[in-house]
């Protein structure tokens, strides 16, 4: 008996696209937002972009934009703040390798560097704007410093625990300290790496965190 073309194979059914939940829907807004802003942030910086030419890359309306965001200071806030989480990640990550301090594939972290700088040409430009609207809005300095505080709360947890699994006598604050040095080693050998890309190889993040590493240890003291 010869099969009806007609007839349709279940098995061979075109798969439906999966309907967004409203929920889905927004987020997926958003994160399309914050990819447009991150472009027109960093090729036009702050005072120079606008809702309008975002929303449009976005391919949105500005209603769209507003919806999700007061305005332009707000998205490029959540830019930052979103950026940041996602290296804060990345690091966290590789810290969570199970081989302790003196184990870590430090090439690894090199790598995660390089990717960043050769590969997110918005995060310079975008890390001078925020530095630039911090300083340039002293009155809402305590609100940054918040922001940037919470974004490094899961790696200093992570090398809080770090410390403790190592059994050294560190000092209390001592995670959250390092924290703050190693965000601040990142950005700026990302920027270097833009600006004299010969003179930033491959493996020299990686070198810098075993020395800090292999500093913090000789000089803070282990538990006998």
């Known amino acids: ?41 960093a090729s036009k910086g702050l005072a120079g972009a606008s809702v309008e030419e975002i929303a449009e890359r976005a391919g949105f309306s500005i209603g769209a934009l507003y919806s999700n965001f007061s305005g332009k200071e707000e998205l490029f806030l959540e830019l930052m703040e979103h950026r940041a989480s996602e290296r804060v990640a990345d690091t966290a990550q590789l810290l969570t390798d199970g081989r302790g301090i003196a184990g870590r594939p430090w090439q690894a972290f090199g790598q995660q560097m390089i990717d ?5 040409m918005d995060l310079a430009p975008l890390q001078a704007e925020f530095w630039l609207y911090a300083v340039r ?28 699994r190592e059994g050294c006598d560190y000092a209390d604050d001592l995670a959250a300290r390092v924290a703050i040095v190693i965000s601040a080693l990142f950005q700026g050998m990302v920027r270097q ?4 890309q010969d ?7 990686g070198d810098a965190l075993r020395w800090l590493f292999t500093g913090i240890r000789a000089t803070e003291g282990r538990q006998q």
């Open 1 to 41: 008996m010869t099969e009806d073309p007609m007839t349709e194979n279940p098995d061979q059914a075109p798969s439906r696209p999966k309907r967004l939940t409203r929920a889905e829907a927004k987020a997926r807004t958003r994160e399309l937002l914050l990819d447009a802003a991150s472009e027109v942030f």
């Open 116 to 120: 960043t700088a050769d590969k997110n």
């Open 137 to 164: 809005h002293p009155e809402a300095m305590g609100t940054f410093a918040a922001r940037v505080r919470k974004r490094r709360e899961p790696l200093e947890q992570l090398l809080a625990s770090e410390f403790d």
């Open 193 to 196: 790496r833009r600006i004299d």
């Open 199 to 205: 003179n930033v190889p491959p493996e020299l993040y």
